[in-house]
């Protein structure tokens, strides 16, 4: 089946733009994550959604960063007014969820720019 | 503050060779430490995972070895190939679905 897709691969914007960047999910996952990997970096935890609800967004780094999943399954996270130190790879991934831990699968990321 | 701190960040070993990558953490609440590979252009791949009541996990040529009192955990690649050569990360993870990863380790097989 097909696995975890993010649109675009690649976004360059400019400083200040508003941008949004899709997941889609393998189907059947309940749990989608969102994580931001900087050049050089492992991948940072931005937030959890179990469902349509954010079961845990301590990761966003500021109210200039959301993400919604209003239907359970395609997730949008949501910059605004980017800034230059925001550029990086933005990499979702989704599992079956649950309490104990299951396996992240992720997207192939999109590589944001801004300039 | 870096929750997981991964050695090397980079290392080239001779196909054959045995290639090991280390990692510490300081946060006793971690109970799942995951290794993923990632290649370029490509998101992270889970390889193996283990959970700190067993000291040794193996798959294939993967194998996670873990000490609990020294909270450290390494990943060894038994005759590792020109195909292993990738990014590997380790990870934990405790309490939340949310996993704390580290730096990476750029792995070069030379054939």
């Known amino acids: 089946g097909a696995g975890v897709s993010q649109t675009p691969s690649n976004k360059v914007t400019e400083k200040g733009k508003y941008v949004e960047l899709r997941c889609d999910p393998i189907s059947g996952h309940t749990a989608l994550y969102w994580y931001r990997q900087s050049l050089g970096q492992g991948p940072e935890f931005l937030i959890y959604?179990?469902?349509?609800?954010?079961?845990?967004d301590s990761g966003l780094p500021n109210d200039r960063f959301f993400a919604v999943r209003p239907e359970g399954s395609v997730s949008t996270l949501k910059i605004q007014r980017t800034e230059r130190g925001d550029s990086a790879v933005y990499l979702c991934?989704?599992?079956?969820?649950?309490?104990?831990?299951?396996?992240?699968?992720f997207g192939p990321g999109t590589r944001l720019t801004v300039l | 503050q870096q929750q997981v701190k991964q050695s090397p960040q980079s290392l080239i070993v001779q196909k054959g060779g045995i290639p090991i990558i280390n990692c510490a953490y300081e946060?006793?609440?971690?109970?799942?430490f995951p290794w993923y590979q990632q290649f370029p252009g490509k998101g992270p791949a889970l390889l193996i995972a283990?959970?700190?009541?067993?000291s040794e996990k193996k798959e294939g040529r993967f194998t996670i070895s873990f000490n609990k009192s020294a909270k450290q955990f390494s990943l060894h690649i038994m005759d590792s190939q020109p195909g292993d050569s990738a990014t590997y990360f380790c990870a934990a993870g405790g309490g939340s679905n949310q996993f704390y990863f580290g730096t990476g380790t750029s792995l070069t097989v030379i054939p």
């Open positions: 991934a989704s599992s079956f969820g649950g309490r104990e831990y299951t396996e992240q699968f």
């Open positions: 283990i959970r700190p009541d067993v």
């Open positions: 959604f179990q469902g349509t609800g954010a079961a845990d």
């Open positions: 946060n006793t609440a971690f109970d799942y």
